[in-house]
């Protein structure tokens, strides 16, 4: 484990949810339109709107792959024919990763002081469930009370569980981040997607979000967008490759098509002036890379070139303004760092999940060339001060 002389802050770790996560706090009337446990084939399955899903091939969690077990395949140094076995010999379920006070004990091991918690499962679920918005905003609401109960929004400073929240009812989500803001919440979850609504899909610079953002810009905490199904099938379908979401299952064209649902949600906060009309807003890109950024920075000076007009400001200065990345260790991070500068980039471990670092601060040794203060803005301040409610300013 890497002694950085000062305690760290993760920007990305995760729970393995309880089975009863989106059930505990569900309206039963509602299970068979949300999520129900099955024993199919002689194996408990999850069923989602009726139907199996398999975004988690295990989404029972028990047993588990160990933390960072898939470290040398995520850096390319190892080729694996079949993931599954990579995985190697799974273990039964750590208290570590399902309670919150083991977890803590986990965060003074790892040298850790406070991290930002994001869902295993929950990230595919309004995928699964956007045919039927009732069920789906029904889940979600009684999946955030779980949250609370089992992790806490906001646990003794130390632990920030992002509430998830859809833009798919407008009224819906301002009631759930306000009830968010009640228990203290520091950061919110969203998903890299344009918005399914009865009407259809909306941007999400569309101004009927405005409200919601008002409240987030008034409230000064966080926007997170973490990786997950962000439900570009479609694009899939088109080239000819199952659009079902499943961790892990590996198609070499898969891997290369363009498909970026993280830059195409920077770029409509960008380019359809959200951060301008709210400047307060601060988002936070997690788990989901920086390779996007470089053909996201080319476009925005295209774009701004050709109609500077339709731009507050230099959409290059908007995005190192307004964006911070948590990248993959794997990433070119001195190049993230002249992108975007070393105060907008995040440390995070997704620990413990098996293509994370198994001992979280072993990130600082991809951080070779960086100077003593980036480091510690890298692997500490730049996330602390992501927590520190920000007071608002005046909209454009």
């Known amino acids: 484990m890497a002694d950085l002389g000062f305690k760290a802050f993760d920007a990305d770790q995760h729970y393995y949810e309880a089975e009863d996560a989106f059930i ?4 039963p009337a509602m299970r068979k339109r949300c999520m129900q446990w099955a024993e199919v084939d002689g194996k408990k399955r999850l069923l989602v709107g009726g ?24 850096r390319a140094k190892t080729s694996a024919k079949d993931i599954r076995e990579a995985f190697g010999t799974l273990e039964p379920i750590s208290p570590y990763y399902r309670d919150r006070d083991a977890r803590i004990e ?14 295993t499962l929950g990230v595919g679920m309004e995928s699964a469930l956007e045919n039927d918005l009732p069920a789906m905003l029904a889940a979600f609401r009684a999946f955030n009370r779980w949250v609370d109960d089992d992790w806490g929004v906001n646990y003794k400073n130390r632990i920030y569980a992002a509430p998830y929240i859809s833009l798919a009812d407008v009224d819906w989500a301002i009631e759930e981040l306000e009830w968010a803001l009640s228990k203290d919440a520091r950061i919110i979850n969203l998903r890299a997607s344009s918005v399914i609504a009865p009407e259809g899909r909306r941007s999400l610079g569309n101004p009927l979000h405005d409200p919601f953002w008002q409240r987030v810009n008034d409230a000064g905490i966080t926007i997170c967008i973490h990786s997950g199904d962000a439900g570009y099938g479609f694009m899939l379908d088109y080239w000819g490759q199952d659009s079902e979401f499943e961790a892990f299952r590996y198609s ?5 098509l363009t498909t970026s649902p993280i830059s195409d949600a920077v770029a409509s ?28 920075r080319k476009k925005l000076k295209k774009a701004y070139g050709q109609h500077t007009h339709a731009f507050a400001e230099d959409p290059l200065v908007t995005l190192a303004k307004h964006v ?23 440390f995070g471990s997704d620990w413990p999940h ?25 692997m500490r301040e730049n996330a602390l001060g992501l927590v520190q409610p920000q007071r608002a300013m005046a909209s454009a």
């Open 51 to 74: 139907r199996i899903n398999r975004f988690i091939p295990n989404p029972t969690f028990d047993p588990v792959a160990r933390p960072g077990v898939l470290d040398d395949y995520f």
């Open 354 to 378: 098996a293509e994370g670092l198994e001992f979280p601060t072993e990130f600082v040794h991809d951080l070779e060339g960086f100077g003593d203060k980036e480091i510690r803005l890298i």
């Open 324 to 346: 911070y990345i948590s990248p993959y260790y794997e990433d070119d991070l001195q190049e993230l760092k002249e992108q975007i500068g070393a105060s907008h980039i995040l």
């Open 269 to 296: 906060f960008i380019g359809e002036g959200i951060f301008a009309r709210f400047p307060n807003l601060r988002l936070a890109t997690i788990e989901s890379g920086s390779e996007w950024v470089g053909p996201l």
């Open 106 to 119: 986990s965060l003074d091991d790892q040298n850790v002081e406070a991290c930002f918690m994001f869902p």
């Open 252 to 256: 070499p064209l898969r891997a290369l």
């Open 24 to 27: 505990r706090y569900l309206d």
